[in-house]
């Protein structure tokens, strides 16, 4: 079992920034990835950004250059700094932990963009 913990959501005004923070503790595969899905309400939930724990980092097209995933391999923790925001990034945040056997959520983490 591993178990996730985010920090970080929150209101921010369109251009503004947050970063979140996901520390995942329990039975921690030494290789897996960790990174962030994002669902806007009544929209399906979508990747935002992932990284291994090899750090190779995956972003979705529409964050490339803003958002930055990062990771701290002796805390198992993820990062994801987010830059210039816009209102329709608008929704809840979940953090993610995968391995070859099994993928883990987090209870997720309300960001809020107002314009």
């Known amino acids: 079992q591993v178990q996730l913990v985010e920090s970080g959501g929150g209101l921010v005004q369109a251009g503004g920034s947050l970063r979140l923070s996901c520390a995942a503790s329990g039975s921690i595969f030494s290789i897996h990835s960790m990174g962030w899905y994002r669902q806007a309400p009544g929209k399906q939930r979508e990747l935002v950004a992932k990284?291994?724990?090899?750090?190779?980092?995956v972003y979705a097209d529409s964050v490339k250059g803003r958002f930055t995933i990062s990771r701290d391999n002796a805390n198992n923790t993820v990062y994801l700094q987010m830059n210039s925001l816009k209102p329709e990034e608008t929704g809840v945040y979940y953090c993610f932990y995968s391995n070859y056997r099994s993928n883990y959520w987090g209870q997720g983490t309300q960001v809020t963009v107002s314009s």
């Open positions: 990284i291994t724990s090899y750090g190779i980092s």
